[in-house]
């Protein structure tokens, strides 16, 4: 399978919170839900049918249980009958890289803990398919920099958040991206799907 990545990132780079407002698990975060107004029929359609063409989703802990909340085992969750992404949340395998999560609730979910990077490898080794990763910043950060990721995708919402956590931090990891797609939204989202291409080319001449 091929492991793919996908997330709704701000203008100045935030992820945290883009579906809306929670006490419990963004202590601090008071502006919470700046992607769903910008969502509009199309850009709803492309991901629910992203969620339906996944295999498998691989979740970090804290992700996991805010998808568990909303889309399974949450009292909100139980409310979102047959939609595309929550049929496919609830019908698919799920992974949770975790080393303090033993028992969760959500059916049909696996933890990986341990060697992470042999578990992602093994999951991806049959021909075919996708491991999802939706949200879930950190593990994101980390796949890339594992080089286990084969896509990049980023929903780029025209929106500066000001505050909340951005996808990447002001000191890490260089990588190279090959751009293989990218899609205008009418309210103004911007699709980029890329794939890692080694280590950047930087230009030692200013006039290079």
């Known amino acids: 399978m091929e492991l793919k990545v996908n997330i709704q990132v701000s203008v100045d780079g935030v992820y945290q919170s883009n579906g809306g407002r929670h006490p419990d698990f963004d202590p601090g975060m008071e502006r919470g839900g700046w992607a769903r107004p910008l969502f509009d ?68 979910t696996t933890v990986l803990s341990g060697d992470l990077a042999s578990a992602i490898r093994e999951l991806k080794t049959p021909p075919g398919g996708e491991l999802q990763v939706h949200g879930s910043g950190a593990l994101a950060r980390w796949l890339l920099a594992n080089d286990l990721v084969d896509e990049l995708t980023l929903l780029v919402c025209p929106v500066i958040v000001g505050q909340g956590a951005r996808l990447f931090p002001e000191q890490g990891p ?22 890692p291409a080694g280590v950047p080319r930087y230009a030692s001449d200013p006039t290079e």
């Open 41 to 108: 029929d199309e850009s709803l359609a492309y991901v629910g049918d992203y969620y339906q063409r996944a295999d498998a989703f691989l979740f970090g802990r804290r992700t996991y249980e805010m998808f568990a909340w909303s889309w399974g085992t949450g009292t909100w969750g139980s409310d979102q009958g047959d939609n595309p992404i929550s049929t496919a949340l609830n019908t698919r395998p799920k992974y949770v890289a975790s080393t303090t999560l033993t028992d969760p609730a959500w059916a049909n």
């Open 174 to 195: 260089d990588l190279a991206l090959e751009l293989v797609a990218t899609r205008a939204f009418p309210k103004g989202i911007i699709l980029q799907t890329y794939r």
